[in-house]
Each structure stands twice: as structure tokens, then as C-alpha cells.
């Protein structure tokens, strides 16, 4: 008949062990109490403190020399030891206390509470563990709690959380993307939304899938900033965007270099949309383009002066009138073009306009080309204003007369 199988961890260890181990000598025992890495302490039955091992003594200066027992009135421990929920400014009730429900005979399993150091306002995060300490019939003869000192990892914890949070509601979209392959590994909702996808959607998906593609796909956009990301760290710039449903927009996205510590290098964006600026660009870019065909293309000569009085532009017409050339006469005083007897024909009048007095004027001068012939004009003249009525430069029409 084949032997039974030995199934627990005892047992097997019972079968490798030819003679019982001896007992552990309480001197041993004590030692190796003693000299944990976590805190432990233990009361008797009476709630009186019998045991606070090096690490516990160690973190607390008032009971580096203390005297056992220690004490301290359960009603009193969390006071005594400054004991709170973490996060909170109540003190734990006496009923919350782990070593007191363990003297009640239950078993408590990661609790985590915070304790405070009123000489310089530090604190630490501990999770306890412990339960009552029973004699052979079962009888309830103290208590013991162990505490492990969590708050590196608290802290570590509750940053990331509150990054995530921040990330994940701050108004500016962010994405992180795993620079080995490219691949989205975060989105904040922002992002998604911008982009029309649900959440977590895009996580595991190529970054090119919201590039719009142009003259390049939108494969080799994503490796071009790869390449400068590689080499400086960062990079800033226009991306030409798509959404799911495949509409365009415009973005503006700074991106920078991180060490996660689960997806190695990643490259963090933070984007913005930008669409309507673009829009309002192209349309300011309209209107110019509008304003430069009928400012050359127009029927009579059209020159702007600064308030300096230097021309800062001359049609077409004009040129073809006086005999300059655009650079020949743009950043020179508007005067070489001007008959000299004529310099002050319109000087009441245009001091008038620029004062803010009436809007234009109208006179009849005589200009002079560039050859020294005279070219009697009609000068139609008005002040181009700031939002704020300052004046930006004169706009003067020049329509040639008839010779009389």
C-alpha cells in the first residue's frame, strides 16, 4: 500500500527533522522581540503596557527609558501616543485602537493609522497588525500589535494619486506615450474628449492615430519628433490633429522626457487646442492678403507714412507715377516727394486729422517726380488709430491732376 502523501508544510518539515527542535530559551526569544524591524508592542489583561520593543522606544524620545508597565489608561492611548486616522485631525476613539480590540479578542489585520511628533510637527503612516495573546484554556491574557512603518510608501502613493488627480482634471490635455514603441499608455479625460474617443481607448494604440495626415503620414510625424525628442528632450510645436470621427483640428503641444517606472522612457504631452486661433489667424491672414491686392492693385497712389513722416510703403501706382522704386522710397522722409514751395499747403488741415479734430482731408499740391518733373495731385489724407485712438500712421491717396 503506497504511504500517504504529506500535505501541509508542517508536516513536511516534520518529516525532514530526525528529533524535535528545543523550545526557543525566553532570553532568545526576548532578544529577537527586541530587535525586529517593525514595532511591537504588547499589554496584559489589565491594559497595562509590558512590552515596547527597540524600534517602538526608538521612535519616541519619552519612552527611550521607560519603566515597564507602562500606565496609561486605554481611555488615554490615543492622546498619549498622538494616534489619528491618516489624513485626519480627530484623534482614533478608544474603540478604534487596534491593540484594545485585540485585548477584545480580535484579530486585526493592516490597519492604518497615523501618528504625530508634537516636538517638530513630523508624522508617520503605520499599518498594525495584532490580536489577543491567549493562555491554554483560551483565556485572554493580554495583547499584541506589530507596526510596520509605510510612510515612504504612503507618501510615494499619495503623490502618484494626487498626480493622477491633478492629470487626470486640470484643463490641459495630457497624454503620455511609451517612447520604445510609440504606443499610448495614458490619456487624462481631457484628452480623450478632445479627441472623441471614450476612456482608455487610445491606451495601447500608436500616437500617429490622432496625426492628421499631410505631406507626411502621420508614422513619420511621430518619428520626426521622436528623433528630436531623442536628441534634446523636448520639443514644442503646431500638430495638424484628427479626431475619431475623422474632423481636424489644431494643437499646440510641448512635450518633455520621463522615467516611469513601469514603461521606461516616456514621452509626457501636454497640449492645447488651438483650432479657433488658427482660424482667426487664416482669417487675419485673408484680410491682409485682401488689403495687399487693393492696396497695389488700386486706380491711384497710395503711400503709408509713419507719424515720423517716413514712408513705409508705396503702391504700385505711385511708383509708376513719381518714378521710384518701392525701396527707394520706403524708410525716407515723405518731403523728397513733395514740391518744396508746397511743404506747408496742408499742414493746418493734417494737423486737424491727427489731433483727432475731424477725420480726413483734401487738398491740391503739386509732388515731385523723381527726375525733378512736377506732378500737380489731389492728396486725399487720414490717420490709421490704435484701439486706444493712437495714431498708428497716415494712409494718403495721391490722385493725379490734369496740367492746367
Known amino acids: ?221 511621430a518619428q520626426e519628433i521622436f528623433d528630436a525628442l531623442e536628441k534634446g528632450g523636448t520639443w514644442g510645436g503646431e500638430f495638424e490633429n484628427v479626431r475619431k470621427d475623422g474632423s481636424r483640428l489644431w494643437t499646440y503641444g510641448n512635450i518633455s522626457r520621463f522615467e516611469h517606472p513601469e514603461h521606461g522612457t516616456v514621452w509626457i504631452t501636454a497640449i492645447i487646442d488651438i483650432t479657433d486661433r488658427k482660424a482667426g489667424d487664416r482669417a487675419l491672414r485673408d484680410v491682409a492678403e485682401r488689403f495687399r491686392l487693393a492696396f497695389e492693385d488700386a486706380p491711384v497712389g497710395i503711400a503709408l507714412v509713419d507719424t515720423d513722416l517716413q514712408v513705409m510703403d508705396a503702391n504700385r501706382r505711385l511708383c509708376e507715377l513719381l518714378g521710384w522704386r518701392r525701396d527707394e522710397l520706403v524708410g525716407r522722409p515723405v518731403s523728397i516727394i513733395v514740391h518744396p514751395d508746397d511743404h506747408e499747403v496742408d499742414a493746418e488741415p493734417a494737423s486737424r ?16 517726380t523723381k527726375t525733378g518733373d512736377v506732378v500737380p495731385v489731389a492728396l486725399s489724407a487720414t490717420v490709421l488709430r490704435a484701439p486706444d485712438g493712437r495714431p498708428l500712421y497716415w494712409i494718403n491717396m495721391i490722385e493725379e491732376r490734369p496740367a492746367s
Open 1 to 221: 500500500m503506497m504511504a500517504s502523501r504529506t500535505t501541509s508544510l508542517g508536516g513536511w518539515l516534520g518529516s525532514m527533522v530526525r528529533r524535535p527542535a528545543p523550545p526557543l530559551s525566553p532570553d532568545f526569544a526576548s532578544a529577537l522581540v527586541e530587535h525586529l524591524a517593525d514595532g511591537v508592542v504588547a499589554c496584559d489583561a489589565d491594559g497595562k503596557f509590558v512590552l515596547l520593543n527597540r524600534r517602538v522606544r526608538d521612535g519616541a524620545e519619552d519612552l527611550t527609558s521607560v519603566t515597564l508597565p507602562l500606565d496609561v489608561p486605554l481611555d488615554r492611548w490615543a492622546e498619549h501616543f498622538q494616534l489619528y486616522r491618516p489624513g485626519s485631525s480627530e484623534l482614533l476613539t478608544t474603540e478604534e485602537l487596534p491593540l484594545v480590540r485585540a485585548l477584545q479578542g480580535e484579530t486585526v489585520r493592516d490597519m492604518t493609522l497615523e501618528t504625530r511628533f508634537s516636538d517638530n510637527g513630523g508624522r508617520a503612516i503605520l499599518n498594525v497588525s495584532g490580536g489577543p495573546v491567549l493562555d491554554s484554556d483560551g483565556t485572554i491574557q493580554g495583547a499584541v500589535v506589530v507596526m510596520q512603518d509605510i510612510t515612504e510608501r504612503a507618501d510615494s502613493e499619495r503623490e502618484r494619486e494626487l498626480g493622477n488627480a491633478v492629470a487626470g482634471n486640470i484643463a490641459v490635455v495630457v497624454g503620455m506615450v511609451r517612447a520604445v514603441d510609440g504606443n499610448i499608455v495614458y490619456t487624462n479625460e481631457q484628452w480623450d474628449r478632445l479627441f472623441g474617443y471614450a476612456p482608455g481607448e487610445l491606451i495601447g494604440q500608436h500616437i500617429s492615430v490622432v496625426n492628421a495626415a499631410t505631406t507626411v503620414s502621420p508614422e513619420e510625424r
Open 353 to 368: 486729422v491727427f489731433n483727432g479734430e475731424v477725420p480726413r482731408y483734401r487738398v491740391e499740391k503739386r509732388y515731385v
